[in-house]
């Protein structure tokens, strides 16, 4: 079981570049969830899908687009990156939407825009 | 918007001393769970207390909850080097969204356990 897994592990783009963000989940977990964390701030949610087939906006959604691709699969696009962007993001997810189920975090993807 | 602050920002003990960490939150919740997370490492999940109970136990770690104070505390006992880590408190954003209820994080308490 590998859990919560993301690639790639690090990134640097410029200004205006785009890329794809990957996360994968092999627990059968129905809801998924995006996070960036910056420096004094915690984890902010950028988009989540309680199940496949759904996305919702999150706390901080601008410039970021997201694909729930199947049930494993969820992917998060920055179409033109910014500096303010550079950040470590966090895959996470959890049996269901509730707030009582725990959720599982990937390793992380370090982003710098430059 | 941060719903749950902990506090102290960061908190530095030797080994065995007991470390507590206390976490506010600003709406009613449905329940409060906490996190640890390793230097550049994803978060794990340690305990989740719900919004009818007063305390919980899991091996080293205490938790209470105080809704009419808005306030959690996260007790690790006897500490150990292997506890250095930061430790986030997350609740749930009622005012989101009515149905599901993603969980808001705080900013953390970078936990220091000197040997």
């Known amino acids: 079981n590998a859990g919560v897994t993301q690639t790639p592990k690090f990134q640097v783009l410029k200004t205006g570049q785009s890329m794809t963000l990957q996360c994968a989940q092999d627990m059968n977990h129905n809801s998924m969830y995006w996070y960036r964390q910056d420096p004094g701030m915690g984890l902010r949610l950028i988009y989540y899908?309680?199940?496949?087939?759904?996305?919702d906006k999150g706390e901080v959604p601008n410039g970021y687009n997201v694909s729930r691709l199947n049930k494993r699969e969820f992917s998060l696009r920055l179409e033109s990156a910014a500096p303010s962007q550079t950040s470590v993001y966090f895959c996470?997810?959890?049996?269901?939407?509730?707030?009582?189920?725990?959720?599982?975090f990937g390793p992380g993807t370090r982003l710098t825009v430059l | 918007s941060q719903q749950g602050e902990e506090d102290p920002q960061a908190l530095s003990i030797q080994e065995g001393e007991n470390a507590t960490m206390n976490c506010s939150y600003k709406t009613s919740i449905n329940n409060l769970q906490w996190y640890r997370q390793n230097s550049g490492r994803g978060l794990v999940h340690l305990i989740l207390i719900r919004s009818n109970e007063r305390e919980k136990h899991s091996g080293r770690l205490r938790v209470t909850l105080d809704t009419s104070k808005k306030s959690s505390s996260l007790l690790i006992t006897a500490s150990r080097a292997a506890d250095t880590a930061s430790y986030f408190c997350a609740t749930d954003a009622r005012s989101w969204n009515s149905g599901n209820t993603p969980l808001v994080f705080g900013k953390g308490t970078r936990l220091s356990v000197i040997a």
């Open positions: 899908s309680a199940s496949e087939g759904t996305t």
């Open positions: 996470a997810s959890s049996e269901g939407p509730s707030s009582y189920n725990e959720q599982f």
